[in-house]
């Protein structure tokens, strides 16, 4: 039989997602509701009726805000396509085509170069990175211009499997986690560098001061994170995260601007 849990998530677009995560977004909707007795009383019955839609459409609604939203809506139904094509042939053409599928990495498709060389400037280039809440920043690898071991950390699970198709067909030595990092309580990876790309704002909605407890519990020489510094669809400025300069304050040793996102590089070297 169907639980209530399947039956919300039953959309493609959810399946990937990390399932203790979409599961705790449900728990919290239907929380000192009769729902779940409802729906298992008479699960077909309950699934026609116009609660059980609205139920699903808010599930979708917190799922997509932390999720979804990032994608570009012309072309998500793409990523696998875009992917294959990158690994049978890649060049310019393809990593760009798929850099494309990701708000995140599509804004800043043409700057990374430039901008991997401004920050690599500052660190060194990496033997290794970690990447938490890639998204699809790792498909932008060869932009690196070095060949570091990469760790990859999201919720999405679907995208994560895709990335490790990516790197096993280059013989990239890597990893990928599928985990809520808001409940993550395991060691992180030792590397250089972590990447923490636009990634803590959302992190905060969900749990509130989580961004101090990550940074300490980070082991790496260097942090660069990076947050948006206009809304989605651009229309807003969105101000410099105060809360988040007086958690790093003194070890900011330099910041980036691109046209919509500001990246911070902060050393957590111990002295
Ligand atoms: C705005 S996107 C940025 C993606 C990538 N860092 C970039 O800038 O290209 C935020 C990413 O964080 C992931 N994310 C959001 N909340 C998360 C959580 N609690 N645990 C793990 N990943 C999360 C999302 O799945 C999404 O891929």
């Not at 609604?61 to 072309?75: D, H, N, P, S």
């Not at 660190?123 to 790792?138: A, M, Q, V, Y």
């Not at 510094?229 to 691109?258: A, M, Y």
């Amino acid at each position: 039989m169907v639980t209530l849990i399947e039956a919300l998530l039953e959309k493609r677009e959810l399946q990937g997602i990390h399932r203790p995560f979409a599961e705790r977004i449900i728990q919290k909707i239907i929380a000192n509701t009769t729902i779940e007795q409802d729906f298992t009383a008479e699960p077909e019955r309950y699934m026609k009726k116009k609660i059980f839609q609205k139920i699903k459409k808010e599930v979708r609604a917190q799922i997509r805000e932390v999720y979804g939203v990032f994608f570009e809506k012309k072309y998500s139904s793409k990523k696998d396509k875009y992917v294959q094509e990158l690994i049978v042939n890649e060049n310019e053409e393809t990593v760009q085509q798929l850099l494309q599928i990701h708000r995140s990495t599509n804004e800043r498709r043409e700057a990374y170069d430039y901008l991997y060389t401004l920050l690599f400037e500052k660190t060194g280039k990496p033997e290794s990175i970690l990447d938490i809440g890639c998204g699809f920043n790792p498909f932008a690898y060869t932009y690196l211009s070095c060949t570091p071991s990469y760790h990859c950390m999201d919720l999405a699970c679907a995208d994560l499997r895709l990335i490790t198709a990516y790197f096993t067909h280059k013989k990239v030595p890597h990893t990928i986690t599928c985990a809520d990092l808001t409940t993550y309580d395991k060691p992180f990876v030792k590397t250089d560098i972590v990447f923490a790309f636009k990634v803590f704002d959302s992190l905060e909605t969900i749990q509130k001061g989580i961004t101090k407890k990550i940074i300490q519990a980070l082991q790496a020489n260097y942090l660069i994170a990076s947050f948006p510094t206009k809304s989605i669809g651009k229309k807003k400025t969105i101000p410099r995260r105060e809360w988040f300069l007086r958690l790093v304050n003194e070890h900011i040793i330099d910041t980036i601007s691109l046209e919509n996102e500001e990246f911070y590089i902060i050393t957590l070297k111990k002295e």
